[in-house]
């Protein structure tokens, strides 16, 4: 990542009224959060740079092989909490959307990759690790 762009982002999250967690510390923060009935966001796709952190478990999402993170299946199954599905896509100009889905029932991980399907069908020009599948040869194709 460039040094701007690292500046940037540090900058505005600096904003956010919320505390990062990297993941790979002491969970018991998050656990007390979402006891206090407050809010956990997870990325529930690749994490970028190349190294994942913690646990995956393989699914097919348009025909290929993902693994996707058991941390969010994992933390609601400790605390009792639900699972929200939530993706945001930039719009025309500036404008960023987010959609939340509906909580998850049934099986987390199938519904997680099976969401993760249709909001990549959505918008496929969104997500940043396409290079990931097939070693980035490319060729995938999106049927509607």
């Known amino acids: 990542m460039?040094?701007?762009?690292?500046?940037?982002r540090l900058a505005l999250e600096g904003d956010i009224c919320a505390r990062?967690?990297?993941g790979k510390g002491y969970l018991r923060p998050l656990l007390r959060v979402l006891e206090a009935n407050g809010v956990v966001l997870t990325a529930c796709d690749a994490t970028g740079g190349g190294r994942e952190i913690g646990r995956r478990e393989?699914?097919?999402v348009l025909g290929q092989t993902i693994g996707l993170p058991l941390?969010?299946?994992w933390l609601a199954e400790k605390t009792g909490a639900v699972i929200l599905f939530m993706a945001t896509w930039h719009g025309e100009g500036c404008q960023s959307i987010t959609r939340l889905d509906p909580p998850i029932d049934g099986k987390p991980m199938?519904?997680?990759?099976?969401?993760?399907e249709r909001w990549l069908r959505e918008h496929p020009g969104q997500w940043h690790f396409w290079d990931q599948w097939h070693g980035g040869e490319g060729g995938l194709l999106i049927r509607q």
């Open 2 to 8: 460039g040094e701007w762009a690292l500046g940037m």
């Open 20 to 22: 990062c967690h990297d």
């Open 58 to 60: 393989m699914h097919q």
């Open 71 to 73: 941390f969010p299946a």
């Open 110 to 116: 199938e519904e997680l990759a099976r969401r993760l």
